[in-house]
C-alpha cells in the first residue's frame, strides 16, 4: 500500500537538501507550487506524467520515491520501476473512483428525495412543509453531486 505521508515527507526532506524552495521545485518540473504543497503534506501523490521529472530533479529513482527511503548501495530492488509507476496509477484511479462513487450517491439520493417530494406535495401543512424541506436537502444533494463531478473531470482534464 502507498503511504501518501511518508511519500510527501521524503519529497520536503529531499527538496530541502537541495536547498530548493517549493515554488522552484514546481518551476523545474512544471507544476504549481500549490501542488508540490500538497504532496508533502501527503493529501496527493504526484501524477504519472510528473513522477519522472520529480525523481530526476530531486536525484532518486522511482523506487526510493514510492518507497519514501533512499536505497542502500547494496539493497535488493523490492520490485521494478514500472511496476512502482503502476502502483501509483492504480492509487490515482483509485482516489478518482471514490470521488467519482461520492458524486453518483449524491445525484441518486437527491433524484430519490425529489422523488418522495412529488408524492407528498399537496394536503395539509405539514406535508407541505416536510416537501418544501425535502425540495431544499434535495436540491442540495444535486448541486453537490453536480460538483463532485465536475471536480473529477476538471481534475482528469488537468492531470492529462
Known amino acids: 500500500m502507498i503511504n501518501q505521508s511518508a511519500i510527501g515527507a521524503f519529497i520536503a526532506e529531499r527538496r530541502r537538501e537541495q536547498n530548493l524552495t517549493q515554488e522552484q521545485l514546481a518551476e523545474k518540473i512544471g507544476v504549481s507550487n500549490k501542488t508540490v504543497s500538497k504532496w508533502e503534506c501527503g493529501k496527493s501523490l504526484p501524477d504519472y506524467s510528473t513522477i519522472q521529472p520529480l525523481c530526476e530533479q530531486l536525484g532518486v529513482s522511482i523506487n526510493e520515491l514510492m518507497n519514501a527511503e533512499l536505497r542502500e548501495e547494496h539493497s535488493i ?4 520501476e514500472q511496476e512502482a509507476l503502476e502502483d501509483m496509477r492504480k492509487a490515482r484511479k483509485q482516489e478518482q473512483a471514490r470521488t467519482s462513487m461520492i458524486a453518483l450517491i449524491f445525484l441518486f439520493a437527491s ?16 406535508t407541505d412543509f416536510i416537501s418544501g424541506v425535502l425540495t431544499g436537502v434535495g436540491s442540495g444533494g444535486l448541486v453537490i453531486g453536480v460538483v463532485c463531478a ?3 473531470v476538471v481534475r482528469d482534464a488537468v492531470q492529462r
Open 111 to 126: 433524484c430519490a428525495l425529489c422523488l418522495l417530494v412529488s408524492n407528498l406535495v399537496g394536503g395539509s401543512d405539514v
Open 77 to 80: 530492488r523490492v520490485c521494478s
Open 150 to 152: 465536475l471536480l473529477v
